[in-house]
């Protein structure tokens, strides 16, 4: 059995607390082995720091790097979702990451914004991070947040 809250400790990694909801939905659901999260949106401390729809470098909006740095709050709070429900040490390997971008009008980077939550699984769980995976840009997201990402994670 993996020790992933020893990894995460190796790395200065500390999991935020669970995100409210912002609807009627819960933070995540166990059925069998696997455990579903939510939409995680990038809330620090209870707020959303960066708002609105990513560009490459449009004045005025999300700069996808930035983006990406929320697309690594987001698989963190998935992933406090996770720890809150069954223990992070219960995970046994990431399976799927879906994630949602607020694009702008011609903006085509979707995957390279969620290479912040891939790269991020893939530094904590190693080989067992590497998952399948969707990157979708949208319209809009709730509360005006760039990013949104869901994980399903196999646990023992």
């Not at 740095?69 to 046994?92: K, P």
């Not at 067992?128 to 869901?150: C, D, I, K, S, T």
Request: proline content about 5%.
């Amino acid at each position: 059995m993996a020790n992933w809250t020893a990894r995460l400790a190796e790395l200065g990694i500390a999991l935020p607390v669970v995100a409210a909801p912002v609807a009627a939905y819960v933070p995540a659901v166990q059925h069998g082995d696997l455990v579903y999260t939510s939409g995680q949106l990038p809330f620090v401390d209870g707020r959303l720091e960066v708002l609105g729809k990513v560009s490459d470098g449009a004045q005025g909006l999300v700069h996808q790097d930035d983006a990406k740095a929320a697309a690594r709050q987001c698989a963190l709070n998935a992933l406090a979702a996770v720890d809150a429900l069954v223990g992070i040490d219960a995970i046994d390997r990431i399976v799927k990451v879906t994630g949602f971008v607020a694009s702008a009008p011609g903006f085509s980077g979707q995957p390279q914004v969620i290479n912040g939550a891939s790269e991020l699984l893939g530094e904590i769980f190693g080989d067992a991070g590497l998952h399948a995976r969707a990157a979708v840009g949208v319209a809009e997201l709730p509360l005006g947040a760039p990013v949104e990402v869901e994980l399903i994670v196999a646990v023992r």
